[in-house]
């Protein structure tokens, strides 16, 4: 554990199990005289596990299980001593109810009343916003390499979810804390820039020439189209492409003409890459895409050279990570192909090049690229490569956090119905358009409701369909391939958004409603104005229900470093889903607004009110905006 693994402090919500694990092995290690060996194994086996059921506590043990057999005793025989020293500890009673000892030798732990409503007062406490959870030690600077789409070519599903995923996991460690640098790593450089770059001369030749011309002097409606047409020329017309080979030279050469019109070419993705950004409101993303490697590719070949780790192989020059065969071929996996042998650098040289700015110029602890899973293979071979030409070094971690396809509602990949790729655009509007059809057809139904003014139910309608199809995606395990569906993104039952904001919404309305009560009670009481109030609501724990919610609760640190650690999103989405169950089961047996004593009135107030900041801050982090009524 790198964070929140410090066990000279008390036990907190975020460090609760590193903390129990070190109480757990000084134990063995000086109450129980257990060897390092047999330590080891323990260790290597899980020292504690979540409780499967309530009634077997908050987490469990077998350690007296795993070691019986090395320490030649009865497995219960050993659990029992085990958990006497345990608990003679008095760091562990302040911590834990008198530990059970269940089936053949399992050990049940249950966190201590006193100790989980310390803990949940300390989070509502917080007036910070963070609910007590500390940021990490040691602070790391992190590159998060997301979104990435390419000019002149539509930014697709793909791009979607990278964008949505790498977003939440930008949130997330810059939420603990770290040094977060967000890069968008367009594809803006190579060959193809040669046939658009002739295309463009050809079409609009006076823009090229026009004094402080701009995107907005260049009549394309749509660049796609525009690309689609240059490289059919391409294909068909020999001079063109002759002419296009020329124009790569010339633009590698920095011909102003050339740059001049690779620039209008980028500004024109730029705009319409920014309008997608501007909806699913990401900020915070640099672009530093691959033309900012060119400079360098030269000499990242040369250093592989240099290094004797790229050879020669059909006039290319290639990295095999797998001993050749006879015939020169590869044994294993394909070479990384570094130049070709036109002299044209790689996708891979890139990428090389950009590992290297990003360990030693950026000074990254951690690069993470949010890529789809079809680029794995690319991804090991190159830092594979990057290692051994020193371009990693061993304190920078590089992870492909790869992500499945987008699916179609048949099964299939993710098409318009005329078989056309998915502009992103009308995706969005489309998922905006049913949420917000939705909501007429509810205001409708319901002829008590308040009439909500147009404008503010379109704003809520965004909110909605903008929060449907990033929910959607990061609520799955992102490894799989996920389906698109409009009908299940935005219903309002299941582990969705409309149901997550309604819960929010709900939530909300019954903790202000409490307060108001309580505020009510005060006046009848006529509270003299003067005396001290108290910030402080000692917190009472009356109910099963009452007890699990607040269990849940404090849970959430440590799913928020969870994901840190893991880079799986749908782990925030599944606790933030079960919290609003729990919080349902507690709120159909204890009421809130209306409960007589007001000792118990102001708790469960208070933990509604904590309950509210967990979902808050979860959607938050998962880049979802809140909405004032649904
Ligand atoms: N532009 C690439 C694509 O659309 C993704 C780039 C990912 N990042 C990287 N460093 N290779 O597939």
């Known amino acids: 554990m790198a964070s929140n693994g410090a066990t000279d402090e008390g036990a907190t919500a975020a460090n609760i199990v590193p903390w129990l694990e070190q109480q757990i092995l000084t134990t063995l290690r000086e109450d129980l005289s257990v060897s390092e060996d047999a330590l080891t194994s323990a260790v290597s086996a899980g020292l504690i596990t979540e409780a499967t059921r309530p009634e077997f506590g908050d987490y469990q043990s077998n350690v007296a299980l795993v070691l019986a057999k090395k320490l030649k005793t009865k497995p219960r025989d050993l659990a029992q001593r085990f958990s006497d020293a345990l608990y003679g500890r008095p760091a562990v009673q302040q911590v834990l109810a008198p530990i059970e000892i269940a089936g053949p030798g399992f050990v049940n732990f249950r966190l201590s009343d006193s100790w989980v409503l310390g803990e949940l007062s300390r989070m509502h406490q917080d007036r910070d916003g963070r609910l007590a959870i500390p940021t990490a030690s040691p602070r790391e600077r992190v590159v998060i390499d997301y979104s990435s789409p390419n000019i002149a070519k539509e930014m697709h599903v793909g791009h979607l979810r990278s964008t949505i995923i790498g977003d939440a996991l930008a949130r997330v460690l810059d939420f603990l804390g770290h040094d977060v640098v967000r890069l968008n790593h367009v594809g803006d450089w190579g060959t193809q820039f040669g046939m658009l770059i002739s295309q463009l001369k050809d079409v609009q030749p006076d823009v090229i020439e026009q004094e402080g011309a701009s995107a907005s002097s260049v009549a394309i409606s ?17 001079a063109f492409q002759e002419r296009s080979r020329n124009e790569v030279v010339k633009l590698q050469s920095g011909d102003p003409a050339s740059l001049k019109a690779w620039r209008i070419l980028c500004d024109i993705s730029r705009k319409e890459f920014g309008e997608v950004y501007e909806m699913l409101g990401i900020q915070g993303l640099e672009e530093r895409g691959e033309s900012f490697y060119n400079p360098f590719l030269k000499d990242v070949v040369k250093e592989l ?107 299939k990949k993710f098409k318009t119905r005329s078989g056309d790729t998915v502009k992103l655009r009308d995706l969005l509007n489309e998922a905006v358009r049913l949420a917000d059809e939705d909501l007429q057809e509810r205001q409708k139904e319901d002829s008590e409701a308040q009439p909500w003014p147009d404008e503010e139910r379109t704003r809520t309608a965004t909110v909605i369909g903008l929060a ?73 724990l009356t109910s099963p229900a009452e007890s699990s919610l607040m269990r849940h609760l404090l849970k959430f640190p440590r799913v928020i470093q969870g994901v840190a650690d893991t880079l799986y999103p749908h782990k925030l989405c599944e606790h933030l889903f079960e919290l609003s169950q729990l919080f349902n089961q507690f709120y159909e047996t204890c009421p809130v607004v209306n409960v007589e004593d007001a000792a118990v009135r102001a708790s469960r107030t208070a933990i509604c009110e904590v309950t509210e900041r967990v979902l808050q801050v979860g959607l938050d982090l998962l880049g979802i905006q809140e909405v004032e009524r649904l």
């Open 305 to 411: 050279e240099d290094r004797k780790l790229s050879e020669e192989s059909q006039g290319a020059k290639c990295v095999f990570l797998d001993p050749r065969n006879e015939d020169g071929s590869s044994s294993g996996r394909p070479p990384v192909i570094v130049q070709k042998s036109d002299g044209g650098f790689m996708y891979s040289t890139t990428d090389l090049a950009a590992i290297k700015h990003r360990v030693w110029t950026e000074r990254a602890d951690r690069v993470l690229y949010v890529v789809d899973q079809g680029q794995s293979s690319h991804f090991s071979s190159v830092f594979e490569v990057a290692k051994k030409a020193g371009f990693a070094n061993d304190k920078a971690k590089l992870t492909h956090v790869p992500f499945g396809l987008v699916l179609g509602e048949d099964g």
């Open 468 to 540: 449907s199809v990033k929910y959607a995606d990061l609520s799955m395990n992102r490894e799989s391939n996920y389906q698109f569906s409009y009908s299940k993104m935005l219903s309002r039952t299941g582990n969705t958004a409309p149901y997550m904001l309604y819960a929010l919404v709900r939530i909300k309305g019954i903790r202000r409603k409490a307060q108001a009560n309580t505020q009510q009670h005060d006046k009848d009481k006529d509270m003299d104005k003067d005396a001290p109030t108290s910030t402080t609501t000692a917190l009472v």
């Open 222 to 238: 749509d660049l796609v189209a525009f690309y689609k047409e240059a490289k059919k020329r391409f294909d068909e017309d020999e």
